[in-house]
């Protein structure tokens, strides 16, 4: 039997009896993410590969891509009654929608539109990540709203436009999966409370900066590769550069991925609340972990809305031994 998220929210998500404007957020988030993921699927055909000759908030190129799957996101969001506002990792600030002032927008949404946008070009897996959570001022949107930490998300999740398009998300009670049907245009439960296994021998990290990772990381990079049979040793080495396709694999398969602090970035690369907070909260779910490197990322208390913080998560037992490093 097909399941449709409509279906299985419908059955299986208590938490929307009180969180009703939830619904329809999802709702606007899969309007978008089926126009992304089919534009994605023919983006060579329609001149839209390529950079959109601007530099994000980051000093980062922005491609076209990025530019349109953040425009569509807020374009749907925005027509919820129930959203007052987003903030992207593309935009400088956070958006405060008109209706913010009604009583019933009482969520906000984060997003990075595109991740991996360097893979766009190449056909490589990119995807949406998003959090949902209950904005905590009345009448105008403060960004304080947008600087909760990870633990008060009230739903997150990602879509990944690989060979399939598939959407992960959480709402507290486990990590489900729903694979978009293309002819249909309809995303179906393919995956119900996602479990990663506790160890599986996977090292998801980027050997090119390992000149400029700490020892604690070099020294775990050199047990994953030891030759040690007993733990299934050496390590599979998988690393697209691609956060929502690592993360998606190793979600399902097992393994660790690391984007550590390096000596030219403390604060590693990946951004709190765009990336590792919504990855960190589906991982939970799925029964893995996730650090900083000493602390659990969805207690760190954002300052700033671009903020980057060092991170590793996955398997459970990987994460435990890789801060047994630190
Ligand atoms: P982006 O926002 O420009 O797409 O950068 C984020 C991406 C992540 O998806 C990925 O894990 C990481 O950057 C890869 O970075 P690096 O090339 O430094 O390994």
Same mark, same amino acid.
């Given at each position: 039997?097909?399941?449709?998220?409509?279906?299985?929210?419908?059955?299986?998500?208590?938490?929307?009896?009180?969180?009703? $404007?939830?619904?329809?957020?999802?709702?606007?988030?899969?309007?978008?993410?089926?126009?992304?993921?089919?534009? @994605?699927?023919?983006?060579?055909?329609?001149?839209?590969?390529?950079?959109?000759?601007?530099?994000?908030?980051?000093?980062?190129?922005?491609?076209?891509?990025?530019?349109?799957?953040?425009?569509?996101? +807020?374009?749907?969001?925005?027509?919820?009654?129930?959203?007052?506002?987003?903030?992207?990792?593309?935009?400088?600030?956070? &958006?405060? #929608?008109?209706?913010? /002032?009604?009583?019933?927008?009482?969520? +906000?949404? =984060?997003?990075?539109?595109?991740?991996?946008?360097?893979?766009?070009?190449?056909?490589?897996? %990119?995807?949406?990540?998003?959090?949902?959570?209950?904005?905590?001022?009345? $009448?105008?949107?403060? =960004?304080?709203?947008?600087?909760?930490?990870?633990?008060?998300?009230?739903?997150?999740?990602?879509? &990944?436009? $690989?060979?399939?398009?598939? !959407?992960?998300?959480?709402?507290?009670?486990?990590?489900?999966?729903?694979?978009? /049907?293309?002819?249909?245009?309809?995303?179906?439960?393919?995956?119900?409370?996602?479990?990663? *296994?506790?160890?599986? *021998?996977?090292?998801?990290?980027?050997?090119?900066?390992?000149?400029?990772?700490?020892?604690? @990381?070099?020294?775990?990079?050199?047990?994953? !590769? /030891?030759? /040690?049979?007993?733990?299934?040793?050496?390590?599979?080495?998988?690393? &697209?550069?691609?956060?929502?396709?690592?993360?998606?694999?190793?979600?399902?398969?097992?393994?660790?991925?690391?984007? *550590?602090?390096?000596?030219?970035?403390?604060? $590693?690369?990946?951004? =709190?609340?765009?990336?590792?907070?919504?990855?960190? #909260?589906?991982?939970?779910?799925?029964?893995?972990?996730?650090?900083?490197?000493?602390?659990?990322?969805?207690? %760190?208390?954002?300052?700033?809305?671009?903020?980057?913080?060092?991170?590793?998560?996955?398997?459970?037992? !990987?994460?435990?031994?890789?801060?047994?490093?630190?």
């Amino acid at each position: 039997m097909k399941i449709t998220l409509d279906n299985f929210f419908n059955e299986k998500e208590s938490i929307l009896a009180s969180e009703k $404007g939830l619904k329809e957020i999802y709702e606007k988030l899969e309007e978008a993410t089926k126009k992304i993921s089919n534009v @994605v699927n023919h983006a060579a055909l329609v001149g839209i590969l390529g950079k959109a000759d601007k530099e994000n908030i980051q000093g980062e190129e922005v491609m076209k891509l990025d530019e349109l799957s953040n425009d569509w996101l +807020i374009e749907s969001l925005k027509s919820s009654k129930y959203c007052a506002g987003v903030a992207s990792e593309e935009m400088e600030t956070f &958006i405060a #929608f008109d209706q913010s /002032d009604n009583d019933e927008a009482q969520y +906000i949404v =984060l997003f990075d539109p595109l991740d991996g946008s360097s893979n766009i070009d190449t056909c490589s897996a %990119i995807g949406t990540i998003f959090s949902i959570y209950k904005r905590i001022s009345k $009448g105008k949107l403060e =960004l304080a709203d947008f600087l909760q930490k990870g633990n008060d998300i009230l739903s997150a999740g990602y879509v &990944i436009y $690989g060979s399939s398009t598939i !959407l992960v998300y959480s709402m507290g009670n486990g990590s489900h999966a729903f694979t978009l /049907d293309q002819k249909e245009n309809e995303y179906l439960l393919s995956h119900e409370h996602i479990q990663t *296994p506790a160890y599986t *021998p996977i090292l998801s990290i980027n050997f090119g900066y390992y000149n400029i990772y700490e020892k604690s @990381v070099i020294d775990f990079c050199h047990w994953c !590769l /030891d030759a /040690d049979k007993s733990s299934k040793h050496p390590f599979t080495q998988r690393y &697209i550069g691609s956060m929502v396709a690592d993360i998606h694999r190793n979600l399902l398969k097992g393994g660790i991925f690391i984007y *550590p602090a390096t000596t030219e970035s403390p604060n $590693g690369k990946l951004r =709190l609340q765009y990336e590792c907070n919504p990855l960190s #909260f589906i991982q939970k779910q799925a029964g893995g972990k996730y650090t900083n490197g000493s602390h659990d990322i969805l207690e %760190i208390e954002p300052t700033e809305l671009h903020q980057r913080v060092p991170i590793a998560l996955g398997s459970s037992d !990987l994460v435990d031994k890789y801060i047994s490093f630190k």
